[in-house]
């Protein structure tokens, strides 16, 4: 694979890694699910065994660890802690039917003919490697810990030659434990963890009680999926997706102006930050009511507002901004563990200065139409819609937006708090510090929110080579300004929506206009 080849695979996958979170939208599918059940196709079970072939969504990943094979860049870790009582023997055996159960656990990928193929084992035992920290006090506990954390987060993976699941239990106690899943993205994503984290509560349970397992044998298998994807997506069915696709994006342009601190670099260094968000709960309770009375929901709403402070920004009256999905609309691939995601690309039409309300319908409408058309994958667009690359930008937009609705990301039968695990335990995730730790940046500029609490929060994650974290905070201010200005008027034009803080306002009427001077 040539260098240039190698970058555009790098561009085309820059809009992957943002796609940690995978379920993000999974109620907004499960409704669009509802529409298109006649449409769907039953996916059936490859008829031969041997090597299959790449999804479309793993052939990308699988092109640029061609070029960076030693990146833990696409690494996706599991961390959790376990609190209580805990049979390790117990947790190793669950552990080990959970890779029995998905053969993508045991996959690795060989190149035959001059194409990447997945390679399943029949059977594989990964180990699961056990550290004591026991001895050591609590406080030093804590910080070796995190150490050995980081070490296998940024550890990569060979994808020829495996595991691509890495699998440690950190011993703190008797009743105290943190473990490690690591696994390369390739073979999963946010919501195929969360069917690990479930089957591995139900397996633990039934195994410590000496039960059976009560899970039922799965349909298919990933590379089945990836088999049908290639057949069922050609012909008519290719060219009707390329075609909504190329009306909806016809004239667009592919560049975000937004104002930045520094000239663009000549190539993306993905060197990156984050400012956390959170928005007051009366705030968050207005943009509730306003989703009521609009008859939109929270995706809708906040993707809204986010295209029109990209608007107030650039000036431009046409937007793009991306949106990963996670790609589970069919009923026999929502239990496994797989790459999935894609990324949609939403345009939004601006022009005319209209109201807040008027805009949601628009934003609705385009978001259930590329919803309708989200089967083409996100590389085959952009193959064909930039044949000449630019390495200095993400291809097609350079905004990325992120809702996570916690209870809408899995099936309601599996969309559950864990609770015990086993005898007294139970299995909570922890936050370690990794997201702190991270300093990369896939986009320009990355909107990720949840709204599963009484506040909407998160994170918004910028490019450090073109803007100072002073103007992201800046950037954050205007956008809750807008907010409170768009849930007290949804019907105002966005020229009147407010964007200065109070601050900024005291600085331009007040101290700007300070011009007086004694004679």
Request: proline share 7%.
């Given at each position: 694979m040539s260098?240039?080849?190698?970058?555009?695979?790098?561009?085309?996958?820059?809009?992957r890694h943002a796609q940690l979170s995978t379920a993000k939208q999974a109620l907004f599918e499960k409704r669009l699910r509802g529409k298109l059940q006649g449409k769907e196709w039953t996916i059936p079970r490859r008829q031969d065994?041997?090597?299959?072939?790449?999804?479309?969504?793993?052939?990308?990943?699988?092109?640029?660890?061609?070029?960076?094979?030693?990146?833990?860049?696409?690494?996706?870790?599991?961390?959790s802690r376990l609190h209580g009582s805990l049979d390790v023997a117990v947790l190793e055996w669950a552990l080990e039917e959970i890779v029995r159960r998905h053969d993508t656990l045991r996959t690795t990928f060989a190149t035959v003919d001059e194409q990447?193929?997945?390679?399943?084992?029949?059977?594989?035992?990964?180990?699961?490697?056990?550290?004591?920290?026991?001895?050591?006090?609590?406080a030093e506990q804590e910080v070796k810990a995190q150490q050995l954390v980081m070490e296998e987060?940024?550890?990569?993976?060979?994808?020829?030659?495996?595991?691509?699941?890495?699998?440690?239990?950190?011993?703190?106690?008797?009743?105290?434990?943190?473990?490690?899943?690591?696994?390369?993205?390739?073979?999963?994503?946010?919501?195929?963890?969360?069917?690990?984290?479930?089957?591995l509560k139900i397996l633990y349970d039934a195994f410590l009680n000496k039960k059976p397992s009560p899970l039922s044998e799965l349909p298919i298998q990933y590379a089945d999926f990836a088999d049908w994807q290639h057949r069922w997506l050609q012909?008519?069915?290719?060219?009707?997706?390329?075609?909504?696709?190329?009306?909806?994006?016809?004239?667009?342009?592919?560049?975000?102006?937004?104002?930045?601190?520094?000239?663009?670099?000549a190539t993306q260094s993905f060197r990156g930050a984050s400012i956390p968000i959170e928005l007051s709960a009366s705030l968050t309770l207005a943009i509730k009511e306003l989703n009521r009375q609009t008859g939109s929901n929270l995706f809708v709403t906040?993707?809204?507002?986010?295209?029109?402070?990209?608007?107030?920004?650039?000036?431009?009256?046409?937007?793009?901004?991306?949106?990963?999905i996670a790609g589970r609309h069919r009923a026999e691939v929502e239990g496994l563990i797989g790459f999935f995601v894609n990324t949609l690309?939403?345009?939004?039409?601006?022009?005319?200065?209209?109201?807040?309300?008027?805009?949601?319908?628009?934003?609705?409408?385009?978001?259930w139409e590329a919803y309708a058309h989200q089967d083409l994958?996100?590389?085959?667009?952009?193959?064909?819609?930039?044949?000449?690359?630019?390495?200095?930008?993400?291809?097609?937009?350079?905004?990325?937006?992120?809702?996570?609705?916690?209870?809408?990301?899995?099936?309601?039968?599996?969309?559950?708090?864990?609770?015990?695990?086993?005898?007294?335990?139970?299995?909570?995730?922890?936050?370690?510090?990794?997201?702190?730790?991270?300093?990369?940046?896939?986009?320009?500029?990355?909107?990720?929110?949840?709204?599963?609490?009484?506040?909407?929060?998160g994170a918004i994650e910028f490019c450090t080579d073109l803007f100072e974290a002073g103007t992201i905070e800046r950037m954050v201010g205007h956008w809750q300004n807008m907010l409170e200005g768009i849930v007290a008027n949804p019907d105002a034009r966005l020229s009147e929506l407010p964007l200065l803080t109070r601050g900024e306002r005291e600085q331009v009427l007040v101290e700007w206009n300070a011009t007086a001077a004694p004679y």
């Open positions: 260098k240039d080849e190698g970058l555009e695979q790098r561009d085309l996958l820059s809009a065994q041997g090597p299959a072939p790449l999804s479309f969504a793993q052939q990308g990943l699988w092109f640029l660890n061609q070029l960076m094979p030693d990146s833990p860049f696409y690494n996706v870790p599991l961390i990447p193929v997945q390679i399943i084992a029949p059977v594989g035992v990964i180990p699961l490697i056990v550290v004591d920290l026991s001895s050591l006090p609590q987060v940024q550890r990569p993976f060979d994808l020829a030659r495996g595991p691509l699941l890495r699998k440690n239990l950190l011993r703190l106690g008797e009743n105290e434990h943190i473990l490690i899943l690591n696994m390369h993205h390739i073979i999963t994503d946010a919501w195929s963890a969360r069917v690990f984290v479930y089957e012909g008519e069915k290719l060219v009707a997706q390329l075609a909504y696709w190329q009306q909806q994006l016809e004239g667009a342009s592919f560049v975000l102006e937004l104002p930045a601190d520094h000239p663009r670099l906040l993707l809204t507002a986010f295209n029109v402070l990209l608007y107030h920004y650039t000036g431009q009256e046409d937007i793009l901004v991306g949106i990963p690309v939403i345009r939004t039409d601006l022009a005319g200065d209209p109201c807040f309300r008027d805009l949601l319908d628009r934003v609705r409408d385009t978001a994958p996100f590389e085959t667009l952009v193959k064909e819609l930039l044949p000449k690359r630019d390495p200095s930008r993400n291809p097609l937009f350079q905004a990325m937006f992120d809702l996570e609705d916690a209870q809408a990301e899995m099936p309601e039968e599996q969309a559950l708090i864990l609770g015990t695990l086993g005898a007294g335990g139970s299995l909570t995730e922890i936050d370690l510090g990794l997201e702190a730790e991270s300093q990369t940046a896939k986009f320009d500029l990355s909107l990720s929110l949840t709204g599963t609490g009484q506040t909407i929060k």
